[in-house]
Nanobody
């Protein structure tokens, strides 16, 4: 059974930084894409960043490009999202997700079939 466990998010002031992590278990980690999504109140869930785990190819949404970085540690089966220069509009529930499907980069919700529980990030 696939399990994705995100680290606790947090509250930061605008301009601050946070790093989220997502520990994966229960599947062959290197065969999958992994991604970060976020959902703000009243908005649809959107793909923020993704990584093809086998070759390291990454994607970062234009809205966070230059501020967010996605990376992974294959040995630890852990995905990271480094978020710098945070803005109030980055406030959302952030979800880690894994995909066993093709065309998983860029990350779209319909291409990801395993989800973490979500972690709240609040920027004020």
């Amino acid at each position: 059974q696939v399990q994705l466990v995100e680290s606790v998010g947090g509250s930061v002031q605008a301009g601050g930084s946070l790093r989220l992590s997502c520990a994966a278990s229960g599947y062959t980690y290197t065969n999958y894409c992994m991604g970060w999504f976020r959902q703000a109140p009243g908005k649809e869930r959107e793909g923020v960043a993704g990584i093809q785990v086998s070759n390291g190819m990454t994607y970062v949404a234009d809205s966070v490009k230059g501020r967010f970085t996605v990376s992974r540690d294959n040995a630890k089966k852990t995905l990271y999202l480094q978020m710098n220069t945070l803005k109030p509009e980055d406030t959302a529930m952030y979800y880690c997700a894994a995909s066993t499907l093709f065309a998983c980069i860029p990350p779209r919700t319909d291409r990801y079939n395993y989800w973490g529980q979500g972690t709240q990030v609040t920027v004020s």
